[in-house]
């Protein structure tokens, strides 16, 4: 069965640094890969989605995600963070007409 | 841009009630869906719905939980006898055709039993 492992629950910078969240995932076939951010209150926006092609894959935001198979993760990361990208964040995995499954998230934080 | 609408944002209600979540998808999507959230815990899957019927649906869907397409444009979460552990906020998504998965999320419906 399909699942999302995000390892890290709260993650902590500061603003400017930069910031890497992780995401692996077990999927029986080539994955379609996500990531989607919830500001408190919000809904769920997409960042960025992988299907095929090139591997690294760019967002909006700033964020870009690399997948590597040979490690099945699809870690997401952004080489200098804003106050206002502080807010929760999943990774989802999926393929054609399956659900999303998504991780538990990982909240981040940033501080001055 | 065009968005997934849902209403209710908030919602109280007694335990043993039912309660109607609904959702208005993108225009041009077929698939449709309803996710959960618990407070603090990740986003679960509760059911997929195309072509005016279920297609796959999760364990936490029983039947106490049920959808329904009414007209052309609104598509319905049913919770018939609430329970306290059905707090939560659930999300409605979309799809248009294709294979890439890509969901579009509502803003949510907070459902709080009391």
């Known amino acids: 069965a399909q699942s999302v492992t995000q390892p890290d629950i709260h993650i902590t910078v500061s603003e400017g640094a930069s910031l890497e969240l992780r995401c692996n995932y077990s999927y029986g076939a080539t994955p379609y890969l996500f990531w989607y951010v919830q500001s408190p209150g919000q809904g769920l926006q997409l960042l960025l989605k992988?299907?095929?092609?090139?591997?690294l894959v760019q967002g909006i935001k700033g964020f870009e995600a690399e997948f590597k198979r040979s490690q099945s993760s699809f870690n997401l990361r952004k080489p200098s963070v804003h106050w206002s990208d502080a807010a929760e964040y999943f990774c989802?995995?999926?393929?054609?007409?399956?659900?999303?499954?998504f991780g538990k998230g990982t909240r981040l934080s940033v501080i001055a | 841009e065009p968005e997934v609408t849902q209403t209710p944002s908030h919602q109280v209600t007694q335990m043993g009630q039912e309660v109607i979540l609904r959702c208005v998808p993108i225009s041009n999507h077929l698939y449709f869906y309803w996710y959960r959230q618990i407070l603090g815990q990740k986003v679960e899957f509760l059911v997929s719905f195309y072509n005016n019927e279920i297609s796959e649906k999760s364990e936490i869907f029983d039947d106490q939980f049920s959808v329904e397409r009414p007209d052309g444009s609104n598509f319905t979460l049913k919770i018939r006898s609430t329970k306290l552990e059905d707090s939560a906020m659930y999300f409605c998504?979309?799809?248009?055709?294709?294979?890439?998965?890509?969901?579009?999320f509502g803003e949510g419906s907070r459902l709080t039993v009391l």
């Open positions: 992988y299907f095929s092609g090139d591997t």
């Open positions: 989802a995995v999926g393929a054609g007409n399956t659900p999303l499954v």
């Open positions: 998504a979309s799809r248009g055709r294709g294979g890439t998965g890509e969901l579009f």
